[in-house]
Nanobody
Framework: QVQLVESGGGLVQAGGSLRLSCAAS????????MGWFRQAPGKERGFVAT???????HYADSVKGRFTISRDNARNTVYLEMNSLKSEDTAVYYC??????????????????WGRGTQVTVSS
């Protein structure tokens, strides 16, 4: 059974940091594109960051310079380091895996596997 399990969310003050982890199991994700998305109450799920199998990265403009995505293929784990957090970063954060590279990396429809999400709340 393929699973993506996020962890590391929580409550943090504005300006603080959190590190999210996404542990993958059930298949090898080494060559997959991995991504982080987020969804705030009343809003659509939006792209945050993505990383290719060779560690090429892309970020949403809103998080560029503050968030860093990385991966440890030996551990089948993807990370999202979040610094200088703002109240507008409050959302449920989802990890996702795409088995193909054709398509638009920020489109959720590209991704075949999804975790259940972890809540990040930033207090101002």
């Amino acid at each position: 059974q393929v699973q993506l399990v996020e962890s590391g969310g929580g409550l943090v003050q504005a300006g603080g940091s959190l590190r999210l982890s996404c542990a993958a199991s059930g298949r090898t994700f080494t060559y997959d594109r991995m991504g982080w998305f987020r969804q705030a109450p009343g809003k659509e799920r939006g792209f945050v960051a993505t990383i290719t199998w060779s560690s090429g990265t892309h970020y949403a403009d809103s998080v560029k310079g503050r968030f860093t995505i990385s991966r440890d293929n030996a551990r089948n784990t993807v990370y999202l380091e979040m610094n200088s957090l703002k109240s507008e970063d409050t959302a449920v954060y989802y990890c996702a895996a795409a088995t193909r590279y054709s398509g638009t990396y920020y489109d959720p429809r590209l991704y075949s596997y999804w975790g259940r999400g972890t809540q990040v709340t930033v207090s101002s």
